[in-house]
């Protein structure tokens, strides 16, 4: 069964600073990897989403890598902010249908 | 564009009601997923259809909860008779169904039962 993990639960860092959030999963047997973020209240907005063949995306201050092998992706947040501030959560696709499997997500605060 | 929108945003009930949450997907999106986000599970996929066929609903966690997608740009999720412990914020996706397209999330509807 695949289990999706994302270390750590929370985060806080200074503005300015670059994050760095990361997941992990049990099977590699994946069609892709997505990162979403959710803002308090709110529904999931997709910031990048990762091919099984792809290595990387970018996406402005935003990178992921994902290593299918060894089951990790990090996500990259360039030169943090205020704005930047939600809970960030990493999906694995786990069928041709667009299954998707969640971790419970890594809550960012960004300090002025 | 308008987005996937849901409705109500919040439902309060008491104990052993019906309740019905409802959804429009994106136009043009011919995949529907509904999911329970809860503190203690997370995101939950309950449901999903494709071309208003549901495909997998492995996720539903009972009898009394019941999902229909009567044609492309309406889903309804039911529960009967409604639990405290169906508390949760349930939240609807849509996407054009192709393996590599983004799902877009509606704002949710937080549901609780008295």
């Known amino acids: 069964k695949q289990e999706v993990t994302q270390i750590p639960a929370a985060l806080s860092v200074p503005e300015g600073e670059n994050l760095v959030l990361n997941c992990s999963f049990t099977?590699?047997?994946?069609?892709?990897l997505q990162w979403f973020r959710q803002d308090p209240g709110k529904g999931l907005t997709s910031l990048l989403l990762?091919?099984?063949?792809?290595r990387e995306q970018t996406s402005g201050r935003l990178n992921a890598s994902l290593d299918k092998s060894s089951g990790r992706s990090t996500l990259y947040i360039a030169a943090s902010q205020p704005g930047d501030s939600a809970t960030y959560l990493c999906?694995?696709?786990?069928?041709?249908?667009?299954?998707?499997?969640f971790g419970a997500g890594t809550q960012v605060v960004v300090t002025p | 564009d308008a987005g996937v929108i849901q409705s109500p945003r919040h439902e309060v009930t008491e104990m052993g009601q019906e309740v019905t949450l409802r959804c429009k997907p994106i136009?043009?999106?011919?995949?529907l997923f509904w999911y329970r986000q809860t503190m203690m599970r997370g995101l939950e996929l309950l449901i999903y259809?494709?071309?208003?066929?549901?495909?997998?609903d492995s996720g539903m966690p009972e009898d009394r909860f019941s999902a229909k997608m009567p044609n492309a740009s309406f889903s309804t999720l039911k529960i009967q008779p409604s639990e405290p412990r169906d508390s949760a914020v349930y939240f609807c996706?849509?996407?054009?169904?192709?393996?590599?397209?983004?799902?877009?999330f509606g704002d949710g509807t937080r549901l609780s039962i008295l």
């Open positions: 996706a849509s996407s054009l169904g192709q393996i590599n397209q983004p799902q877009h």
């Open positions: 990762i091919q099984s063949s792809q």
């Open positions: 136009s043009g999106h011919n995949s």
């Open positions: 999906a694995v696709t786990t069928d041709s249908w667009g299954k998707l499997q």
């Open positions: 259809f494709n071309n208003n066929v549901p495909i997998d």
């Open positions: 099977d590699s047997a994946i069609y892709n």
